[in-house]
């Protein structure tokens, strides 16, 4: 999911229905628990950069054990990216 709505995102094609049921709580909670750093982190960026809605997106990342997910096992880059987004 990540690196398709990434790509999405530096193509400048629009993906507003990925990008919407990414944004579902279900979804994007998936994403945070399980994924990767970095596909936490392009997955963020890509909204920012797509100017797409991300609040449930943003709000789990802002949660207190996932930022320190973040933290603990991002490179700077990850966590930067993150924090731009």
């Known amino acids: ?13 629009k993906a507003d229905v990925l990008a919407g049921l ?3 709580e279900d979804v994007a909670e ?6 990767k750093p ?4 392009n997955t963020i960026w ?10 449930v997106l943003a709000g789990l ?3 207190e054990d996932v930022a320190e997910k ?3 096992d991002g490179t700077p880059q ?3 990216n993150t924090i731009w987004a």
């Open 1 to 13: 999911i990540s690196n398709t709505i990434w790509a999405f995102a530096t193509s400048s094609y």
């Open 22 to 24: 990414i944004n579902r």
């Open 30 to 35: 998936r994403l945070v628990r399980n994924g």
């Open 38 to 41: 970095q596909e936490i982190s």
């Open 46 to 55: 890509a909204f920012a950069t797509s100017s797409y809605k991300a609040d």
């Open 61 to 63: 990342i802002n949660r």
């Open 70 to 72: 973040l933290v603990r």
């Open 78 to 80: 990850n966590i930067s």
